[in-house]
Each structure stands twice: as C-alpha cells, then as structure tokens.
C-alpha cells in the first residue's frame, strides 16, 4: 500500500516539481514502485519528464471525463516510475468541480484505484490554493514542503501551516506534515545560510537533514526531459535528491519499527546497492 506524499507549497518557483521528479525518480532507482501525478495544469512535470501521452490520457480525464486509470498511468524512461500526466484542461477541472458533490475529493478516487500498485505516489501541487490543491492535500496522506532559501519564505511559512490546518480541521482528514525541504541552499551566501538556519528554528514539523543546493543541472535536465540521474547524476543538485530518497526511506523504516516489524538496517549503504546509469546511454520507454 503506497505512502501517497503531496508536494506542497503556495508559493511559486520554490522547487516543488524538481522534487516531485527527482525524489520519485530516486526512490524507484532505489527497487520501490513509485506514481507521480502531475496535478498542475501548467505540467511542468509530465513536459519535463517526456512522457507521450494522447491529448485525452491525463489526470483531468481520469477524474472529470471517464477515461480509464489504466489509460492515463504511463511509465517513464525509469523502471518502476510511473507518470500520470496533466495539461492544460486541468485548469477546466477548477470550474467543473466547484458544482460537483463531494468536490473535494475526486483525486483521492483516483488514488485508491492505484494505490496498492505503489509503495511510493507523489502529487506535483501548483502554486496556489484552490480547489485542485484542496483535492491533492485530501488525497494524500502525507506533505514534503520545498521552502526556499530566501526571505519571503520565512513570510509564507505559517500561510502554509495554516492550510495544512484547515484542510486537517475542516475537512477532517488528518494530514501528516512529513517535513520540509530546503531548496536553492546556497552555503557561500550568508543570507542563504541564515534563512536555513530560521527555518529550522521556526518549523515545527521536521525539516529534512539534506538541504538541496542551488545547481544549473537541476535546471537544465528538464530541457533534456530527463530527471537529473540521467542527466547529470554526479552533480552537487543529483547527489542531494539521492540522499533525500534515503532520507525518506530511514524514516519509513522508522515508522515501521514504531509498528512492531523488525527494523531494517539504517544507514544508506545498507540498503540494495543499484549501480549508477549511465547518462550517456539511449533509454527507451
Ligand atoms: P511552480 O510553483 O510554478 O509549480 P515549483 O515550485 O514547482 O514552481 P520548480 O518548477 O521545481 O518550482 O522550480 C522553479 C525553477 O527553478 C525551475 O526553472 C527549476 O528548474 C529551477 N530549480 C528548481 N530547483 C533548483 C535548484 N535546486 N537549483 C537550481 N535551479 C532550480
Ligand atoms: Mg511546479
């Protein structure tokens, strides 16, 4: 049964869709089956990962036009990733469910019909708070929160909690905040490193130990419409996101050993060692 994780900030340009695609992309390179939904109609991710997909086969027609979920999951350049794509109609969705009963909960529809086929889902929010990030917080059970290093993040930090809260009170669905994520760290900037710093004194939830830093690969991959192990996967932004998959994973075995089963080894060099890909190499679907 998968954990199903939003990537979810209101502010834009923090970094949400470089994780959602490369954490996901680490996660199944380290052997777990792992969906990412594009739930943005701007898709950056499903444009960044290069996936086909006919104009009808994406989350929208899943959840608005009958298309059926097998139609719109659609595997990636990686074994063991999924992508299910957005485009533009998304943004059609916004009015469409504003009438529909139980408006808020046609994305955690389409999630139960995959979700035992993963041990990982992560959803691409977009940068705002409407309806559709409503349907992507109440079909998760999780939220990772890029914050980026700069000041107006500090600003944006309790907006953020604050809907967390709401969607957690209101709609009563008890959202978990699995930690947030420093993005665009840049140690030789003092500001950088003090926005870090204020960050993890002010966050009540855990902030992950890696900080993911300011790197042109991360920003160059999608233009090569490859998660940044194909692309650059020795680069300072590729390490980081690695070591971020193992950092998610120590804390799943965490939370299985609250549950009684045998905790597995914790340091990352104990986990199944995959050899690198090559970048270089021609992949296929
Ligand atoms: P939106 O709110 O519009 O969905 P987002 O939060 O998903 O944005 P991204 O699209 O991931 O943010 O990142 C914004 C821009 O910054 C992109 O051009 C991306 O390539 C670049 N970027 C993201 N992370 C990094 C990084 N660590 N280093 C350098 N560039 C980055
Ligand atoms: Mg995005």
Redesign the pocket.
């Known amino acids: 049964m998968a954990r199903v994780i939003a990537i979810f900030?209101m502010?834009?340009?923090?970094?949400?869709?470089?994780?959602?695609m490369n954490l996901a992309a680490y996660l199944a390179m380290r052997g777990k089956k792992t969906l990412l939904i594009d739930f943005?109609p701007?898709f950056?991710a499903t444009i960044g990962l290069g996936v086909a997909h006919a104009p009808d086969e994406t989350v929208y027609h899943a959840l608005l036009a009958g298309q059926d979920v097998e139609r719109v999951v659609k595997p990636t350049y990686l074994t063991n990733f999924h992508l299910a794509p957005s485009s533009a109609d998304l943004a059609g969705a916004l009015i469409e469910l504003v009438y529909l009963p139980d408006r808020e909960q046609y994305l955690q529809h389409f999630v139960e019909k995959v979700r035992d086929r993963y041990d990982f889902i992560f959803i691409?929010l977009?940068?705002n708070l409407n309806l559709l990030t409503v349907n992507g917080l109440v079909a998760a059970d999780e939220v990772i929160a890029?914050i980026q290093c700069e000041y107006f993040s500090l600003e944006g930090l309790s907006q953020l909690l604050q809907t967390i809260t709401l969607v957690r009170e209101n709609l009563e669905h008890p959202l978990k905040v699995t930690g947030a994520l420093l993005?665009?760290y840049d140690k030789r900037e003092r500001h950088s490193r003090e926005i870090a710093r204020e960050v993890r004194r002010r966050f009540p939830h855990r902030v992950f130990d890696v900080e993911?830093?300011?790197?042109?690969a991360?920003?160059e991959a999608?233009h090569y419409k490859k998660p940044i192990m194909l692309y650059a996967p020795l680069s300072p932004?590729a390490l980081a996101y690695e070591a971020l998959a193992d950092e998610v994973l120590r804390e799943a075995y965490g939370v299985l050993a609250a549950e009684g089963v045998p905790p597995a080894p914790p340091a990352p060099a104990d986990y199944p060692q995959y050899p690198r890909l090559d970048p270089t190499a021609e992949h296929s679907l």
């Not at 502010?11 to 959602?20: E, L, P, Q």
């Not at 993911?212 to 042109?216: A, D, E, F, G």
């Open positions: 900030n502010k834009g340009g923090v970094g949400k869709t470089t994780t959602s943005d701007q950056n691409d977009g940068p890029p993005t665009m993911i830093p300011r790197s042109v991360l920003a999608p932004g």
